[in-house]
């Protein structure tokens, strides 16, 4: 119903009731880390009962030209199996160049998880992003920091994969 709402709202120009769609969409698809931990809701929770596939979520956003949303839909797409993201079922299946963004992006994500791990266990450093911002610098204390960003960068993907597996 809310994909309906959305597409509908778009089509005809009811801008207020698409504007007040598209900011429930930013509680559940945030782009600052300490959203993630207030968010009520996350991913495709927000579509209500049934769960939307997430590919199919990222090609409502991608048709629907919610650039806020992406990376996060993307990373949800990414969180379920591969199987899962090249599904070919109907509304499910990714055009070639939202696929190949999303596998690249799931490679870099993978590759940063394993050069901060490395450098946690085995140097018993952590790298501190030149942004102030950066989720690497949060904690008050480099060992506060580092655990803060291995927790960050390994937990949700445990989560999820239990969650999936239920």
């Given at each position: 119903?809310?994909?309906?709402?959305?597409?509908?709202?778009?089509?005809?120009?009811?801008?207020?009731?698409?504007?007040?769609?598209?900011?429930?969409?930013?509680?559940?698809?945030?782009?600052?880390?300490?959203?993630?931990?207030?968010?009520?809701?996350?991913g495709e929770e927000?579509?209500?009962?049934?769960?939307?596939?997430?590919?199919?979520?990222?090609?409502?956003?991608?048709?629907?030209?919610?650039?806020?949303?992406?990376?996060?839909?993307?990373?949800?797409?990414?969180?379920?199996?591969?199987?899962?993201?090249?599904?070919?079922?109907p509304g499910t299946?990714?055009?070639?160049?939202?696929?190949?963004?999303?596998?690249?992006?799931?490679?870099?994500?993978?590759?940063?998880?394993?050069?901060?791990?490395?450098s946690i266990v085995?140097?018993?450093?952590?790298?501190?992003?030149?942004?102030?911002?950066?989720?690497?610098?949060?904690?008050?204390?480099?060992?506060?920091?580092?655990?803060?960003?291995?927790?960050?960068?390994?937990?949700?993907?445990?989560?999820?994969?239990?969650?999936?597996?239920?």
């Amino acid at each position: 119903m809310f994909a309906s709402l959305l597409r509908m709202a778009t089509k005809y120009g009811f801008s207020d009731i698409r504007e007040g769609l598209v900011e429930r969409l930013k509680g559940a698809y945030p782009t600052k880390w300490e959203d993630f931990e207030t968010a009520k809701v996350l991913g495709e929770e927000v579509f209500g009962s049934p769960k939307p596939h997430p590919n199919a979520v990222l090609n409502l956003l991608l048709e629907q030209r919610i650039k806020f949303a992406l990376p996060f839909a993307a990373y949800r797409a990414v969180l379920g199996s591969f199987p899962s993201l090249v599904s070919d079922g109907p509304g499910t299946a990714l055009s070639r160049l939202t696929l190949a963004f999303t596998i690249y992006g799931m490679e870099r994500i993978r590759h940063v998880m394993v050069q901060v791990s490395h450098s946690i266990v085995y140097d018993g450093n952590l790298r501190v992003c030149p942004r102030t911002a950066c989720v690497l610098n949060a904690g008050i204390n480099p060992i506060g920091r580092r655990m803060e960003a291995l927790k960050k960068i390994r937990c949700p993907l445990r989560h999820y994969g239990r969650q999936e597996q239920r």
